[in-house]
Every structure is written in structure tokens, then in C-alpha cells.
């Protein structure tokens, strides 16, 4: 009888699955002996490598789901159908893992859930933490027909369609109310939204037969608004962060900047998931999102760079110092360099072109969020902070979970369509 090396896990699976039992274990010796034992963490830096890469890193690396759903969904890109659901799957394990890394950082995690019902809507946290729990429902609401595909439950699927316009209603109307304390705006959002899927049930508004528009326009709304609001929390620390990143329009450059790594992301893993999970990368379709890549980029780093002239902060770019050098790092690897890159037609239309263009967009926004909340962050002279390597090694354990749960589902699910299904619109 001869066997196939498919039944044996892999080198890279097995490092994975290192990491992520180190993470565990880790995760529960925290939880245990508390958060000092395992973080640098002080009252000094209450944010660090946690907040950089598991929060604000993860976060905007998850943004392809929103992005992705609403070009196919809302504005007409139907040919990119094919890279909607490994896009909301990803989005999705990674808000999952965003909250795990923010039990761990967060000293007392037992009180989260309290944002549920201590309404507070003048604190940003208050907004981002609704935002990020509505979304997360969201995007389980857009992975489930994968699952019913996969098992053939045609009935709840349809049921399913049917339902979710009102519960979205249901979550936006909720979601008004908690962050204005009125009950006026929570009804005429209601109605609006009423109106709207009664216009699309009798037809006089196309209506899409796969996925409701509904669902994909509150995903778009929460993400919106809390890729923004990530931006936002740093604004009310103007004597902690440095001037080359405290600016007025820092929550603009959060969402501008999640939008513009979305492609990328996309990109990235459709190529490094081809060979382990067996589906095609659409060259086609990736060439096209290549092509999008430099124009965003070069929006962004225009809105940088007059930003930067415009507050009076151009000395502080060619200082010696931690600060400028970790700007200019961010600034030429994340925007500068991919720009050059995908403005070749040559490498937008190869798989390596493709992937080692996108790489540096991921690290740019990488550095980014670590300069904002670690860099560019100072308290006194004598205290600085540094990650503990178990600090590393948790964030290390988070990601490799999440890479080895998404390749089990991309298995066993129908995450990858050849093309768009027929009859998408009505």
C-alpha cells in the first residue's frame, strides 16, 4: 500500500503548530501569574507590541474583507467574485484573533464584555468596541454560506437570506441608539433601512440573490468606522506621541491606509495559499488589483507628506534620531518602493511580481502602527520600553493559529469559486 506524503503535515505547518502550543502556553501563564509576567507593559507604556501588531496591525491587515465585499458587492466589481470569501475569511479569524490578543492585553479581560450594556458614546474605545463586535457578527453572517454550500442545507440557506436584513435593521438601529442616546436617530435609520428592503423585495431596487446588500453595507459602515477610530484613540494623547505622527487627520490616514493594504493582503495570500490548499490564483485578477495598488499609495503618501509640510513638522524628518529614521523606513518600504514596483506592467503580470510587490506594502503599514503606538510614543527619559520575548512569542502564536485554522477550512469549505455563479442579480 503506498502513501503520499499529503497525510504527513509539513515543515512550515509544523513550525506553525510549535508556535501556536509556545502561544498557549504562554497565553495561559499570563492568565495565571498575571499580565506583568509575561509584558514589559508599565503606567508609562500601557501599549505596546500587543496594541501594534495584534490590534492596529491585524485590524488593517483585515480590512480585505470590507474592501473586497463591497467593490463586488456595491460597486459593481463582479468579475473580482472569486477573491470575496478567502478575503472574508481571512477578515474574519482575524477580528477572532484581535480579540484573543486583546484578552490578553487587556489587565482585567473578565470586564469586556461590559462596553455591552456601560454606554459611554463620547470615548472612541466605546465606538471601536461596538464596531468590533458587530463587524465580527457580520462577517460570521458572510462566512456561513460556505458552510451551508459545503453540508447542501438549501433550506437554511434560504432562510438565512431572508432573516438577515433584519437583524442587520435590528444591529444598525441598536448600534445608533447606543451612540447617540436617541431614540429619533435609532427610528428614522430603521425606517430608511425598512424602506430600502421593501423597494428591493417588490423589485423596484435590483436585489443580489447571493448575498444581501444590506449585510455588505454594514460591514463597510463598521469597519469604516473603527479602522478610523483605531486613529482616533491617539489623538488624545498629543504630549505622548511624536509630532511626526500626532496630526488632526491621523483617524483619515488609519482608513485610507487599511483601504490601500487591503489589495495587498489579497494578493498575498491568494498566492501563498495556492499550493497548500490546492486552488488557482486568478492571475487576471490579481494583475488588476496590482494595477490599483500604486494609485492608493500614492494617495496616501501625498496626504502624508502634506500633512507633514502643513503642520510645520518638515525639521523633524531630517533629525538624527529613532523617530525620523523609523518614518523614512516607513515612508520608502511601505509606499515609496512598492510604487516603482507595481508601475512595471511586467510584475503585475507574474505570481512573483505580484507577491514580492505586495510584501512591502504589508510592511509598510506594519511599521507604521508599531511607529504610532511604540515608537513615536515617549514618556521620560528613563523609562523606555521594549517587547519581553514572551510578548513576541505570544503575538507568534496568535498569527500561527490563524494561519493553520484558515488552511483547514479552506480545505473542507468552498472558500475558492472558479468564477462568479450565474444569475448573481435579479
Known amino acids: 500500500m503506498s502513501t503520499t506524503n499529503t497525510r504527513f503535515p509539513t515543515i512550515g505547518q509544523i513550525v506553525l503548530g510549535l508556535l501556536a502550543v509556545v502561544g498557549i502556553s504562554l497565553i495561559a501563564y499570563r492568565f495565571v501569574y498575571g499580565i506583568g509576567a509575561v509584558a514589559n507593559l508599565s503606567d508609562g507604556y500601557p501599549w505596546g507590541v ?26 459593481g466589481g463582479r468579475k473580482f467574485h472569486a477573491l470575496a470569501r478567502p478575503a472574508i475569511l481571512t477578515a474574519f479569524l482575524g477580528y477572532l484573533l484581535f480579540i484573543i490578543g486583546l484578552l490578553v492585553d487587556i489587565g482585567r479581560p473578565w470586564n469586556i464584555w461590559k462596553a455591552m450594556y456601560s454606554w459611554h458614546h463620547e470615548s472612541p474605545m466605546f465606538e471601536v468596541a461596538w464596531c468590533v463586535m458587530l463587524y465580527t ?8 454560506p460556505a458552510v451551508f454550500e459545503k453540508f447542501s ?4 440557506h434560504a432562510y438565512w437570506h431572508s432573516l438577515v436584513p433584519w437583524l442587520i435593521m435590528f444591529m444598525l438601529g441598536f448600534f445608533t441608539l447606543a451612540m447617540t442616546y436617541s431614540w429619533l436617530w435609532a427610528g428614522i435609520i430603521i425606517c430608511i433601512l425598512l424602506l430600502w428592503e421593501l423597494a428591493m423585495r417588490t423589485k423596484l431596487m435590483p436585489r443580489d440573490k447571493q448575498m444581501p446588500i444590506i449585510l455588505i453595507m454594514a460591514g463597510v459602515i463598521f469597519s469604516c468606522m473603527h479602522q478610523s477610530s483605531l486613529g482616533t484613540l491617539f489623538l488624545i494623547v498629543p504630549h505622548k ?5 500626532y496630526t488632526p487627520i491621523l483617524p483619515a490616514l488609519f482608513l485610507l491606509s487599511a483601504i490601500m493594504v487591503a489589495p495587498a493582503m489579497v494578493i498575498v495570500e491568494a498566492i501563498l495559499t495556492e499550493k497548500s490548499v490546492g486552488h488557482k490564483a486568478h492571475t487576471h485578477l490579481l494583475s488588476r488589483l496590482g494595477q490599483v495598488i500604486p494609485y492608493l499609495l500614492s494617495l496616501y503618501l501625498l496626504l502624508k507628506v502634506a500633512d507633514v509640510v502643513g503642520r510645520g513638522a518638515v525639521p523633524y524628518v531630517f533629525m538624527l534620531n529613532a523617530q525620523a529614521i523609523s518614518w523614512w523606513a516607513e515612508i520608502t518600504i511601505g509606499c515609496i518602493v512598492p510604487i516603482i514596483l507595481f508601475l512595471d506592467p511586467a510584475i503585475c503580470n507574474s505570481h512573483k511580481g505580484l507577491l514580492w510587490s505586495s510584501v512591502p506594502v504589508i510592511v509598510g503599514i506594519l511599521w507604521n502602527r508599531m511607529n504610532v503606538a511604540v515608537v513615536g510614543i515617549k514618556v521620560e527619559d528613563w523609562e523606555i520600553y521594549y517587547p519581553k520575548w514572551s510578548e513576541l512569542f505570544i503575538t507568534m502564536g496568535i498569527i500561527s493559529i490563524g494561519l493553520l485554522v484558515f488552511q483547514i477550512l479552506a480545505k473542507n469549505l468552498p472558500i ?11
Do not use: C, K
Not at 474583507?65 to 460597486?75: D, E, K, N, R, Y
Not at 442545507?153 to 437554511?156: A, V
Not at 475558492?416 to 435579479?426: C, K, T, V
Open 137 to 144: 457578527t457580520v462577517l460570521f453572517l458572510e462566512f456561513l
Open 416 to 426: 475558492y469559486e472558479s468564477e462568479a455563479p450565474s444569475g448573481a442579480h435579479n
Open 50 to 75: 500587543w496594541i501594534a501588531l495584534d490590534v492596529l496591525t491585524g485590524i488593517a491587515l483585515a480590512s480585505g474583507g470590507f474592501v473586497m465585499a463591497g467593490t463586488i458587492h456595491l460597486f
Open 241 to 245: 506621541l511624536h509630532i511626526l505622527w
Open 153 to 156: 442545507l438549501t433550506r437554511i
